[in-house]
T-cell receptor
């Protein structure tokens, strides 16, 4: 069985500060891992994904994430937050089951 | 661009009513999904479908059914709506031939309120 845990339902950073959103997964098979973003009143869109190639994955809008098998983590980072990054972020995991399992979501607030 | 269209953005229904949520995608994707989104719970998978007339239960199928008569259309059905089904419902389709690594494309969601 697979599961995803996002640590922190709300994260607040100042504009220009580092963004760190935490995600831990549990999977009995090698996982595929994803980060999606949801802007207000919209559906989700893919930020980046890990599919067993490079462990450091770069995505859109300056975001990146690192797969760490020993820590079962896939944390999302961005060096410098922008006001437009304010959104809800979801980590997700799949692994040859056909299903994509999502975490609880983290709302990112960016303060001016 | 891939487009996933959910026919209703907002619905208000009464307890016991039958509810249909329609989803159409325009990119010939084989895999389609229905999730519900609730604050603090993230997205939970209700049902998914690998192809026409195929369906698989997700993690919370109770109280729901689905229909996939055509490849582009995946419908979610609440046979007898209850107040605990008040939620945001999200439909998604997945790129073909990429197994579980494919990107999901989401509709904008249908917010259902059951009174």
């Amino acid at each position: 069985a697979q599961s995803v845990t996002q640590l922190g339902s709300h994260v607040s950073v100042s504009e220009g500060a580092l963004v760190l959103l935490r995600c831990n997964y549990s999977s009995s098979v090698p996982p595929y891992l994803f980060w999606y973003v949801q802007y207000p009143n919209q559906g989700l869109q893919l930020l980046l994904k890990y599919t067993s190639a490079a462990t450091l994955v770069k995505g859109i809008n300056g975001f990146e994430a690192e797969f760490k098998k020993s820590e079962t983590s896939f944390h999302l980072t961005k060096p410098s937050a922008h006001m437009s990054d304010a959104a809800e972020y979801f980590c997700a995991c799949s692994g040859n089951t056909g299903k994509l399992i999502f975490g609880q979501g983290t709302t990112l607030q960016v303060k001016p | 661009d891939v487009k996933v269209t959910q026919s209703s953005r907002y619905l208000v229904k009464r307890t016991g009513e039958k509810v249909f949520l329609e989803c159409v995608q325009d990119m010939d994707h084989e895999n389609m999904f229905w999730y519900r989104q609730d604050p603090g719970l993230g997205l939970r998978l209700i049902y998914f479908s690998y192809d026409v007339k195929m369906k698989e239960k997700g993690d919370i199928p109770e109280g729901y059914s689905v229909s996939r008569e055509k490849k582009e259309r995946f419908s979610l059905i609440l046979e007898s709506a209850s107040t605990n089904q008040t939620s945001m419902y999200l439909c998604a389709s997945r790129e073909p031939d990429r197994g579980d690594t494919g990107e999901l494309f989401f509709g904008e969601g249908s917010r259902l309120t059951v009174l």
